[in-house]
């Protein structure tokens, strides 16, 4: 079984940067897409990046879009998301998670997840 573990959250003010990684078990990782997910307190869950097996196909949720970065590192079976201009709104609980699948975007199409870590934004 594949264990995700998030790490890289915390305090930050608005207008901040943060880097959150997500490191993988396992030996496969290379075969999985992976992906970010947040939630908002009493919110459902939201998607914020994906990014292919390969890294050669990556897209973002529009309300990240231009501001985050996903990456992955295959060699140390590690995905990134680099968060920069964060600002109130971005304050969640962010997932790592991985799929079977190549590519994913869609929650139903994650296979395994980590158990998040938390970012907040002051404003």
């Known amino acids: 079984q594949v264990q995700l573990v998030e790490s890289g959250g915390g305090l930050v003010q608005a207008g901040g940067s943060l880097r959150l990684s997500c490191a993988a078990s396992?030996?496969?990782?290379?075969?999985?897409?992976m992906g970010w997910f947040r939630r908002h307190p009493g919110k459902e869950l939201e998607w914020v990046a994906a990014i292919s097996d390969s890294g050669d196909i990556i897209d973002y949720g529009d309300s990240v879009k231009g501001r985050f970065t996903i990456s992955r590192d295959n060699t140390k079976t590690t995905v990134y998301l680099q968060m920069n201009g964060l600002n109130p709104e971005d304050t969640a609980s962010y997932y790592c998670?991985?799929?079977?699948?190549?590519?994913?975007?869609?929650?139903?199409?994650?296979?395994?997840w980590g158990q998040g870590t938390q970012v907040t934004v002051s404003s």
């Open positions: 396992g030996r496969t990782f290379s075969k999985y897409g």
């Open positions: 998670a991985g799929s079977f699948s190549l590519y994913c975007s869609d929650p139903a199409c994650f296979n395994f």
